[in-house]
């Protein structure tokens, strides 16, 4: 979703944005969690861009990683403790 000064959004383009539902902004909103909605003369809300950095903080929202982490001296990066087929014993003692 492109980000404009002054781009509005309506209450579907936030719940195909961040996988919420449409009942869950309302209540944010009645909570105080995000900033009231502009409505529409016909009473229907439209967010801004300060509700999209609102809901971000709120939801912990991070753009996708568009390029790989850099790895150590220009290794490949592995898991530690990769999932094994065998099962982990306990040692007590």
């Known amino acids: ?4 000064e ?3 959004y309506s209450i579907g383009d ?5 996988g919420v539902a449409a ?13 009231p909605a502009r409505r529409t003369p016909g009473k229907h809300r439209r967010y801004g861009e300060e509700h999209v950095r609102a809901l971000d903080a709120l ?9 790989p982490l850099a ?8 898991l530690v403790g990769a999932v094994t087929s065998r099962p ?6």
């Open 1 to 4: 979703m492109e980000r404009l």
């Open 6 to 8: 002054n781009k509005t």
């Open 14 to 18: 936030l719940v195909l944005r961040y």
């Open 23 to 35: 009942q869950s902004l309302r209540n944010w909103e009645e909570q105080g969690l995000i900033p």
């Open 59 to 67: 939801l912990g929202y991070r753009p996708p990683v568009t390029q």
């Open 71 to 78: 790895a150590s001296h220009g290794q490949p990066m592995t």
């Open 88 to 93: 982990v014993q306990n040692r007590v003692g």
